[in-house]
């Protein structure tokens, strides 16, 4: 029988990216967060939970020790990046077995979440064993950004080419869409409208 991993994280090409390396081994289970990511753990009892640090309802570490206080006791590993390394070292004192960072990359999610289930009270990865030296093609990142790249595009096509549109349909801020638009290479649609206010 698949084990079962419950992937919480606030970006819908993230947890898509998690689905598509851990689906074939495991049964995935995803969630936005908040009291929705709670009452999931709550119905599924997982095996593993991989919490983003950074969420937009609940912070990271309360969801940790909300998740640690269940009667199943799943194994957590929190997902970082460099600028919040320092909150993956503190959920790692306060129960998380380890941490997987972005961008993310299939050889250390895999050895990651591996490790983590097969742990259930273990001590946590050495730093030594938390460096992957090897970044291969397998890197996720172009899958990630493959996924982003559509839900970008199909936003701007359903709001017929307003990034203010789409940037409210994919819940971030329009500077944050120009900025995954020119990361992503995504060129606004011609028929954009501007619209200019004066103020009196």
């Given amino acids: 029988m698949k084990k079962t991993i419950l992937v919480v994280d606030g970006e819908a090409s993230v ?8 689906k074939d081994e495991y049964t995935v289970i995803t969630s936005e967060g908040g009291k929705e990511a709670l009452e999931s753990a709550g119905e599924t009892h997982p095996d593993l939970i991989i919490l983003d640090v950074i969420m937009p309802e609940m ?29 993956a070292v503190e959920a790692m004192k306060a129960g998380a077995y380890g941490y ?4 993310l990359d299939v050889q250390e999610i895999g050895l990651v979440v ?14 030594s064993e938390m460096q992957i030296s ?30 203010t549109k789409a940037a409210k349909s994919l819940k971030i801020s329009r500077r944050i869409l120009k900025y995954k638009m020119d990361k992503l290479g995504i060129k606004g649609l011609n028929n954009e409208r501007r619209v200019l206010t004066k103020i009196a």
Avoid: H, W, Y
């Fill in 15 to 22: 947890r898509e990216a998690f689905n598509v390396v851990l």
């Fill in 114 to 127: 591996e490790r983590a289930l097969q742990s259930r009270g273990l001590k946590p990865l050495s730093d």
């Fill in 134 to 163: 090897s970044r291969k093609d397998l890197s996720l990142q172009k899958a990630v950004d493959n996924f982003e790249r559509k839900l970008i595009q199909d936003a701007l096509t359903k709001g017929s080419g307003v990034q």
């Fill in 59 to 87: 912070d990271g570490m309360e969801m940790l020790r909300k998740f640690k206080g269940m009667n199943c006791s799943p194994a957590v590993v929190v997902v970082t990046s460099a600028r919040t390394i320092k909150m």
């Fill in 100 to 103: 997987i960072t972005k961008p």
